[in-house]
T-cell receptor
Framework: DTGVSQNPRHKITKRGQNVTFRCDPISEHNRLYWYRQTLGQGPEFLTYFQNEAQLEKSRLLSDRFSAERPKGSFSTLEIQRTEQGDSAMYLC??????????FGPGTRLLVL | SQQGEEDPQALSIQEGENATMNCSYKTSINNLQWYRQNSGRGLVHLILIRSNEREKHSGRLRVTLDTSKKSSSLLITASRAADTASYFCATDSGTYKYIFGTGTRLKVLA
């Protein structure tokens, strides 16, 4: 257990539905990251926050994806109008000013 | 897009043998990190090596970095069945945006 938690751990949804995932980072960590990982691939960067500010977004993050980190604490990642191609593991990671990232267990999304 | 590529993609060895996996990347970096991922689980940080370092050790792990060749290697000595996992390198080019490689799937046979 790294101290980073993610909920839910698994989500099955139908195409077209909206889903929201939550990440609770280690409390003193000011940076929070979201990644997406598909089977057999490494994690792909989606976005990251420093405190409550979203500093960078990947072009992988289409208009259907939105992430927030109110008050610089937990973060949510919402996917609107899900598509089958959104099926993946969504990983959250946090770190402080040091460079080591600590990953949560991930949320596995299956879009039917 | 992936910054790094691990080589080999898959590796199968006997318990007690050493395992070596390599990572190549494309742009200048501030640091490079290695992670382990057990099937279907989150990633566990193994070791970080900075661009001005050439070698680091942690227990049975040894990491080297050659910035002139834009490559790193991870050596696991005296492997155990519990080392079976996927191993990824991740690079930071100074923007705190970490880019992961494609991973090496290691299988250690008991």
């Amino acid at each position: 257990d790294t101290g980073v938690s993610q909920n839910p751990r698994h989500k099955i949804t139908k195409r077209g539905q909206n889903v929201t995932f939550r990440c609770d980072p280690i409390s003193e960590h000011n940076r929070l990251y979201w990644y997406r990982q598909t089977l057999g691939q490494g994690p792909e960067f989606l976005t990251y926050f420093q405190n409550e500010a979203q500093l960078e977004k990947s072009r992988l993050l289409s208009d259907r994806f939105s992430a927030e980190r109110p008050k610089g604490s937990f973060s949510t990642l919402e996917i609107q109008r899900t598509e089958q191609g959104d099926s993946a593991m969504y990983l959250c990671a946090s770190h402080a000013m040091g460079e080591t990232q600590y990953f949560g267990p991930g949320t596995r999304l299956l879009v039917l | 897009s992936q910054q790094g590529e691990e080589d080999p993609q898959a590796l199968s060895i006997q318990e007690g043998e050493n395992a070596t996996m390599n990572c190549s990347y494309k742009t200048s970096i501030n640091n490079l990190q290695w992670y382990r991922q057990n099937s279907g689980r989150g990633l566990v940080h193994l070791i970080l090596i900075r661009s001005n370092e050439r070698e680091k050790h942690s227990g049975r792990l040894r990491v080297t970095l050659d910035t002139s060749k834009k490559s790193s290697s991870l050596l696991i000595t005296a492997s155990r069945a519990a080392d079976t996992a996927s191993y990824f390198c991740a690079t930071d080019s100074g923007t705190y945006k970490y880019i992961f490689g494609t991973g090496t799937r290691l299988k250690v046979l008991a």
